[in-house]
């Protein structure tokens, strides 16, 4: 959605309510009594459901992520729609601007609630097929006083380890026969060290064990096969990084260029939810303007599928 259409269909508070009232009536509420999806009475006075079993109330709020905030819902949708009207996002700053909030507090927890749940989103997906993975090193902010004591290079404490694996599907140009590769969907993890323990566990979260698994020939992956069908082991080159392993690599770059050039340096703490808004946006890249409508049934669905 573009902001001309954002202006016309939600130009107040009301049109926000009846948006997300009708989104919530069509998907079904969850009545955390009767544990199931029964039918629902609207009382539009007190703006809450009413459960037609156990006469459990509902608001309209509740279960989503807005539900203890007390910012309005036209604010939230504002900020559904900046979050999602860009592939590279916002500095904070900007982001408290353009929504007129008075506090950088509140701009910065906003923004990092959105970023939850499209983790939340893609964590009901496990990747398939052809895989790749590997680990990023990226520049995390650290104080000044203690930068000069830390060791440089690859496993520098100035660096945090990501986890970073990409379907990779084959093709073939039918005309020359030239073979490529396309990128499917990404997953990205923070890890805390890179050790045979965390990968697996990366591993097992994130890839179906169905799928072949290309990677270098790290010893953290000695188990690897025993997780997936196949486990491919490259020799890590630079004719590796334009082959087996070019999608991690290059997602590796594109995710150090967006660290830097909008957020400069972020802290440890708040990574992964980063890395949740980068690949979120990079795996529904081809949405366009869809993303918004994709970003409001994220701020619900992970909330329904917990009460359950």
């Avoid at 169905?210 to 004719?239: C, G, P, R």
Wanted: glycine share 4%.
């Amino acid at each position: 959605m573009n902001i001309i259409e954002f202006i016309t269909y939600f130009p107040d508070e009301e049109s926000c309510e009846i948006f997300l009232k009708t989104y919530r009536e069509n998907s079904g509420i969850y009545c955390k009594t009767c544990k199931c999806f029964p039918k629902q009475y609207w009382y539009s006075g007190s703006k809450f459901f009413e459960c037609s079993k156990c006469r459990r109330r509902t608001s309209l709020k509740a279960g989503t992520v807005v539900e203890a905030s007390n910012l309005s819902l036209h604010i939230w949708f504002t900020a559904f729609l900046l979050m999602s009207a860009t592939k590279k996002g916002f500095s904070c700053l900007e982001f408290q601007r353009q929504l007129g909030l008075k506090r950088y507090e509140t701009a910065f927890n906003l923004m990092h609630k959105i970023r939850a749940i499209m983790g939340k989103r893609d964590d009901l997906y496990l990747l398939k097929g052809m895989v790749e993975y590997d680990e990023a090193y990226v520049e995390k902010a650290t104080k000044k006083v203690v930068q000069e004591r830390l060791k440089r290079g690859k496993g520098s404490q100035k660096q945090a380890i990501v986890a970073v694996a990409s379907e990779s599907t084959p093709l073939e140009d039918p005309l020359s026969g030239k073979m490529s590769s396309h990128c499917g969907f990404l997953k990205m993890k923070a890890l805390g060290d890179v050790t045979r323990e965390s990968v697996e566990e990366f591993v097992k979260e994130s890839i179906d064990s169905k799928s072949a698994l290309f990677t270098d020939k790290n010893a953290a992956y000695v188990n690897l096969e025993k997780m997936v069908e196949q486990h491919i082991k490259v020799k890590s080159t630079s004719e590796s990084t334009n082959g087996a392993l070019n999608w991690v690599h290059t997602a590796i770059s594109n995710l150090k260029k967006n660290l830097l050039g909008i957020y400069h340096m972020v802290s440890e703490k708040y990574l992964q939810n980063y890395l949740n808004e980068f690949t979120y946006k990079l795996n529904r890249r081809y949405f366009g303007e869809k993303l918004f409508n994709r970003l409001i049934i994220a701020s619900v669905y992970p909330y329904v599928q917990h009460c359950e």
